[in-house]
Nanobody, 121 residues
């Protein structure tokens, strides 16, 4: 079946950078909007950034100017480049995508397994 596989999380000092990657695989007809969410410990999951199939992007105010979301439709992959990281960026980061599977032809939500990002001295 369709799945999203994440990678790129880790431990980094304040001011550092990380790049998260999320690749979709399986029997896919098309992929609509892809996004990154994060969930800090003890808090609700929140949208960080999203990108449409045409490349239009939106960002949470707290990450504007620091994070960049991008995608490659041929590779079926979305990235989140995170720069100037702060301790309050620490969270479990989740990839999300609206995907139309082959022979189903109705979009549905898919989530990655989550990857931990920790920003600490």
């Amino acid at each position: 079946q369709v799945q999203l596989l994440e990678s790129g999380g880790g431990l980094v000092q304040p001011g550092g950078s990380l790049r998260l990657s999320c690749a979709a695989s399986g029997s896919i007809f098309s992929i609509n909007t892809m996004a990154w969410y994060r969930q800090p410990p003890g808090k609700e999951r929140q949208l960080v950034a999203d990108i449409t199939s045409g490349g239009s992007t939106t960002y949470q105010d707290s990450v504007k100017g620091r994070f960049v979301i991008s995608r490659d439709n041929e590779k079926k992959t979305v990235w989140l480049q995170m720069n100037s990281l702060k301790p309050d960026d620490t969270a479990l980061y989740y990839c999300h995508a609206d995907i139309v599977p082959d022979y189903f032809r109705t979009s549905r939500n898919y989530w990655g397994q989550g990857t931990q990002v920790t920003v600490s001295s």
